[in-house]
Structures are given as C-alpha cells and as structure tokens.
C-alpha cells in the first residue's frame, strides 16, 4: 500500500536522477522521516516495484536508490492529465464568469 512517507522518499530521490545513497536520503530526510523507517520503507517501495536499489560501483558498502522508469513514466502521464484538468476546470470557469455577466447585463438592462 502506497504511504503518505513514499511520496516524500520519492520526491527526494526524483532531485537525483542519477541516484542517491542511503545515508545521503537520510540525511535529506532528517526531520521528517527517522532512519529506522526510510530503510523499512524503501524494501517496502523496492517489494513493490517502485524502486531499484543497486549496489555503487565505487564502493562496495554504498547502495543507490533509483525510482523505476516506469514510475516517472507513470507519473509524467499524470501530470499531463492533471493539467488536461485544470485546463478544463479554467474553461468552465469562464463560461460560469460568462453566464454571470450575460445575466448581469439583463438584469441591468430591465432597470
């Protein structure tokens, strides 16, 4: 099940898309989710496939954290609907402004 704390690992890992380590996640966390619970919940997201965890070349004891491209696939399909839907709560909007005015200016004119 997909958690209110899986959303912020997300958008810190989404500010690195080349990965980021565990301790460095953690360190941009501080404050808002303890180190016991980031770990817990990254094999939590990484179970349910919305994370990769690899091993860094560069050191053998480091892990970097990706988000699966599937997910920023998923989730850029999203934002374009998101928008699709602003646009068209602007769109009725003005036609609610429009119908005002029109009736407005009715009501004026009977004055």
């Given at each position: 099940m997909f958690r209110p704390?899986?959303?912020s690992?997300?958008?810190?890992i989404l500010l690195h898309?080349?990965?980021?380590?565990l301790n460095k996640l953690a360190k941009e966390l501080r404050g808002r989710v303890s180190r016991s619970v980031l770990l817990r919940e990254v094999r939590r997201m990484r179970?349910?496939?919305?994370?990769?965890?690899d091993e860094d070349e560069k050191h053998k004891q480091r892990r970097?954290?990706?988000i699966k491209e599937e997910v920023i696939?998923?989730?850029?399909?999203?934002?374009?609907?998101?928008i699709k839907s602003l646009d068209e709560a602007v769109g009725s909007v003005k036609k609610m402004l429009h119908a005002y005015a029109e009736a407005r200016r009715k009501v004026k004119n009977k004055l």
């Open positions: 704390v899986h959303a690992i997300m958008d810190a898309p080349e990965g980021i380590s179970e349910m496939g919305l994370i990769t965890i970097i954290v990706n696939e998923a989730v850029r399909t999203l934002e374009e609907q998101e």
